[in-house]
């Protein structure tokens, strides 16, 4: 079975109305053998803030050493976002798996007049995953309500309900009460339901769930009548553009921490999720701190730029939109631009009146059924006394319009729901991949990974033979932009999901002159309601459409980093006792710099000093142990004819490297420290993200990828987009796909031959591969990888890699150079 073909079958289910009730859900999974018998779960229900408060609470589990699923709902572009293991994506080979085992019975069901929904059928597909991963916990974000809801199912052993507002109304009851009596079903058997709610809404709580525990402000000394909460939290105000301050107290507990989701509505959703974390597990405080503030949540107040400010928030209900009128008004701006689109089953007048008063509205529909008619919107707002409410028929193209119309000092705000923000998210996300095409077996290979049907790749795998790009847009502008390529004289295959309301692979396959024109085109003659902004901004940046304009800019003529002039080689300066090739060799001080000026001497353009080692099983070592280690070596060679990077983990450690002359930080956490991406941009410091996938937290677990470049491009460029967030500049920024870091020997050979697809990530390459144990598979044994090394550090240049980590310096500088002269015998030229 092909993804396309599994996830038609999914989405067809929506066809079935909801329905109250656990018996079809729990009938599925008896069919799957029921995988849920051995896994420990927790529920979230709530009007508002439930996912926020399950992706906190699964990043704190995580942070604590347990291997966590996710599920959450809906998703921003992607199906699959909606099942997550250790934070990464059910892949698409699981969402097969599960539908050839799963689809007879539901098939069967239907026949009888009782299939299971899509919300079922989804919510069992989780469970089925989080069992077959062997996860310690799993989050469930509820769907409706709580007493019938699908994800009920489950017997939890720690729950919450983290609001009650008016919400379907005609499912679960016409008053907040009675709401909140039905989302407090989901109370565990043994421990106490944990609650945001106060008041009469609380003692509708309490009636069905007996024990509770509180989490909230706290209460004015006047309200002598109104009991405390038993959790109390603080709302700081922002520390910076994208974070608060937050401050829980309990009897026995007492926290300080930031969160990277303003607001004071979020301070009690961290309260809630780190009481809940508590009652799972024996968490420090530290852990508890660290998960809270690395639980990014997309969409939900996302702070996408500051010139002008632009926040993406997916408030759906009147109750939210007044939560983030109350966070926007903590930020200084001018005018505000709102770029609306909502549900038609929202009460949009209520949300107009919650949000504030802006200077101009676009009204737009993302591409869904259930999406409210955009001139409708504007009436809404017209009547609220706008007299700038404008229509655009997609989010994108609203939101350029929007962007145009802000000055420096304004705001443009993107709300109404999560699936206009989704739309909207795409201009920073978007990306296409340039794709290697070497003979009609690379084309059969690259065709099937976006599950071309096989009659459209055997019909097209011939015709790929120029520049091919494969990127994911939504299906709308990849029907647009098929039809214009086509006509043309390139070809365009798009993958078997054909559905208006999700997005699709799309493979482009032209010559360079094809593309050229095929983006004028775009730019010029295509009607405005396509939305294609985003794709010919990725076509450009991935073919390199520009070049020509930009090689004339100062950044050719003065690069600030050698690895902007040609491919770099970084040096690796080990000063620990115990890494994998050359542990214990340099650790003396003189000894280092000794090593560091031969580096010079043999034509080293980056040196990375580094004082704790990665190598799998290695002791961590505490901070202050790790600043001595480097901070004198760093500064004793600062002056020396070469960058200095800090290899390292750690904020603390990155900053005294750089106050001690250090001015590139190499990070093979991926900016897991939450400080670290700030410190670079503080210090407006280089930063090379590596690829990671929790290897410190749970060291042993097997990784699935679907494809494995893909997968980690994918991944990767959420890193960036935070790192961006946090104000460091995307021409500082380098990737590292993590060759060796949980791939296996054949993935990481997969992504040594396929470096030059990480272009589609606008960022330098780096390429880490120096004496790793990947190189047994072609036979070479520890201490006889030199050779190999060579070789790969060659292949890397020839591919494209911007800069080689290595620990011999002579012969890979020797190879770099080879490479780039084979490429370019003019150009190359050393002394």
């Known amino acids: 079975m092909e993804y396309h073909e599994a996830a038609d079958f999914l989405f067809d289910l929506r066809r079935f109305r909801p329905k109250p009730g656990t018996e079809s859900t729990a009938r599925l999974l008896a069919h799957l053998e029921n995988p849920h018998e051995d896994v420990e779960f927790v529920q979230i229900a709530g009007s508002n803030g439930k996912g926020s408060t399950a992706r906190m609470l699964e990043r704190s589990l995580r942070e604590a050493g347990l291997s966590v699923g996710l599920y959450t709902s809906p998703h921003l572009e992607d199906l699959r976002e909606r099942v997550r293991v250790d934070g990464r994506k059910i892949p698409r080979s699981a969402v097969c798996e599960y539908v050839e085992t799963a689809r007879e019975y539901v098939t069967s069901r239907g026949a009888d007049g009782d299939s299971p929904t899509f919300f079922e059928t989804m919510t069992a597909m989780a469970i089925w995953q989080f069992g077959r991963e062997d996860v310690d916990v799993a989050v469930l974000e509820v769907g409706i309500g709580g007493r019938y809801d699908a994800t009920?199912?489950?017997?939890?052993?720690?729950?919450?309900?983290?609001?009650?507002?008016?919400?379907?109304?005609?499912?679960?009851?016409?008053?907040?009460?009675?709401?909140?009596?039905?989302?407090?079903?989901?109370?565990?058997?043994?421990?106490?339901?944990?609650?945001?709610?106060?008041?009469?809404?609380?003692?509708?709580?309490?009636?069905?769930a007996g024990?509770?525990?509180?989490?909230?402000?706290?209460?004015?000394?006047?309200?002598?009548?109104?009991?405390?909460?038993?959790?109390?939290?603080?709302?700081?105000?922002?520390?910076?553009?994208?974070?608060?301050?937050?401050?829980?107290?309990?009897?026995?507990?007492?926290?300080?921490?930031?969160?990277?989701?303003?607001?004071?509505?979020?301070?009690?959703?961290?309260?809630?999720?780190?009481?809940?974390?508590?009652?799972?597990v024996d968490i420090t405080d530290d852990e508890l701190a660290r998960g809270l503030r690395n639980a990014h949540w997309p969409g939900r107040f996302e702070v996408m730029d500051t010139d002008p400010l632009v926040v993406l928030d997916g408030a759906h209900n009147p109750g939210a939109c007044e939560g983030l009128a109350e966070t926007l008004g903590t930020y200084d701006y001018d005018a505000l631009h709102l770029v609306f689109g909502a549900m038609h089953d929202k009460?949009?007048?209520?949300?107009?009146?919650?949000?504030?008063?802006?200077?101009?509205?676009?009204?737009?529909?993302?591409?869904?059924?259930?999406?409210?008619?955009?001139?409708?919107?504007?009436?809404?707002?017209?009547?609220?006394?706008?007299?700038?409410?404008?229509?655009?028929?997609?989010?994108?193209?609203?939101?350029?319009?929007?962007?145009?119309?802000?000055?420096?000092?304004?705001?443009?705000?993107?709300?109404?729901?999560?699936?206009?923000?989704?739309?909207?998210?795409?201009?920073?996300?978007?990306?296409?991949?340039?794709?290697?095409?070497?003979?009609?077996?690379?084309?059969?290979?690259?065709?099937?990974?976006?599950?071309?049907?096989?009659?459209?790749?055997?019909?097209?795998?011939?015709?790929?033979?120029?520049?091919?790009?494969?990127?994911?847009v939504g299906y709308r502008q990849a029907t647009t932009v098929k039809q214009e390529l086509l006509r043309l004289g390139g070809e365009c295959a798009l993958s078997g999901l054909e559905r208006e309301d999700e997005s699709v692979d799309a493979v482009l396959m032209g010559t360079v002159s094809q593309f050229e024109r095929l983006v004028e085109v775009l730019e010029s003659d295509t009607p405005a309601d396509h939305g294609v902004t985003d794709v010919t901004?990725?076509?450009?940046?991935?073919?390199?459409?520009?070049?020509?304009?930009?090689?004339?800019?100062?950044?050719?003529?003065?690069?600030?980093?050698?690895?902007?002039?040609h491919t770099a080689v970084m040096g690796i300066l080990n000063v620990t006792p115990d890494s994998f090739h050359d542990g214990g060799e340099y650790d003396a001080l003189e000894d280092a710099v000794s090593r560091a000026e031969a580096m010079v001497e043999a034509g080293v353009d980056v040196i990375d000093v580094g004082g704790e080692s990665t190598r799998p099983g290695a002791d961590p070592v505490p901070v202050e142990d790790e600043i001595d280690r480097v901070v004198p070596v760093i500064e004793r060679i600062a002056d020396l004819d070469a960058h200095l990077s800090i290899d390292t983990r750690k904020a603390a450690v990155a900053e005294a490297a750089l106050e001690a002359g250090a001015d590139i930080i190499n990070d093979v956490s991926g900016l897991e420290d939450p400080e670290m991406r700030f410190v670079a941009a503080e210090y407006d410091a280089g930063l090379v993200v590596m690829h990671s996938i929790d290897s410190i937290v749970v060291p042993d677990r097997d990784v699935e990828y679907d494809d494995v470049v893909e997968d980690v491009i994918d991944q990767l460029s959420e890193r960036i987009l935070l790192a961006e967030k946090a104000g460091v500049d995307r021409e500082r920024i380098v990737v590292d796909p993590g060759i060796g870091f949980g791939k296996s020997a054949r993935e990481s050979f997969?992504?040594?031959?396929?470096?030059?697809?990480?272009?589609?990530?606008?960022?330098?390459?780096?390429?880490?591969?120096?004496?790793?144990?990947?190189?047994?598979h072609v036979g070479c044994e520890p201490g006889e990888r030199l050779e190999?090394?060579?070789?790969?550090?060659?292949?890397?240049?020839?591919?494209?890699?911007?800069?080689?980590?290595?620990?011999?310096?002579?012969?890979?500088?020797?190879?770099?150079?080879?490479?780039?002269?084979?490429?370019?015998?003019?150009?190359?030229?050393?002394?």
């Open 537 to 565: 901004r990725a076509l450009r940046e991935t073919l390199d459409l520009d070049a020509n304009e930009s090689e004339s800019g100062s950044d050719a003529d003065d690069p600030q980093y050698p690895w902007n002039d």
């Open 152 to 208: 009920s199912v489950v017997d939890p052993v720690a729950s919450a309900v983290t609001s009650v507002t008016l919400e379907h109304t005609g499912i679960l009851g016409d008053t907040e009460a009675e709401i909140a009596r039905d989302k407090a079903h989901v109370a565990p058997s043994d421990t106490p339901l944990v609650t945001g709610v106060s008041g009469d809404t609380l003692e509708a709580i309490r009636a069905v």
């Open 211 to 280: 024990d509770v525990v509180t989490v909230g402000s706290g209460t004015a000394e006047s309200d002598t009548d109104v009991p405390e909460p038993d959790v109390q939290v603080a709302y700081g105000g922002r520390t910076n553009h994208t974070e608060a301050a937050i401050t829980i107290d309990a009897d026995d507990w007492h926290l300080e921490t930031r969160i990277p989701l303003p607001g004071t509505h979020q301070a009690t959703n961290a309260g809630i999720a780190a009481t809940l974390a508590r009652q799972i």
């Open 788 to 831: 190999a090394t060579v070789a790969a550090s060659a292949l890397a240049a020839d591919r494209g890699a911007d800069i080689v980590r290595v620990h011999d310096v002579a012969e890979n500088v020797a190879a770099v150079r080879t490479a780039l002269a084979a490429r370019d015998p003019d150009h190359f030229e050393w002394e």
């Open 750 to 776: 997969e992504m040594l031959g396929r470096v030059d697809e990480f272009r589609a990530l606008d960022c330098p390459i780096l390429v880490g591969h120096s004496h790793k144990s990947m190189f047994g």
């Open 347 to 472: 009460n949009h007048r209520e949300m107009a009146a919650t949000l504030p008063t802006p200077e101009s509205v676009i009204a737009t529909e993302p591409p869904l059924q259930r999406a409210e008619d955009r001139d409708v919107l504007a009436a809404v707002f017209r009547d609220a006394g706008v007299d700038d409410a404008r229509t655009d028929t997609t989010v994108q193209d609203a939101l350029e319009r929007a962007l145009e119309d802000a000055g420096s000092d304004d705001c443009v705000l993107v709300t109404g729901s999560l699936f206009a923000v989704a739309e909207a998210r795409s201009r920073w996300t978007s990306a296409g991949v340039p794709k290697r095409i070497r003979n009609s077996a690379d084309a059969r290979e690259m065709l099937a990974t976006a599950d071309v049907p096989d009659a459209g790749s055997r019909r097209l795998r011939g015709d790929a033979v120029h520049r091919v790009v494969k990127t994911t």
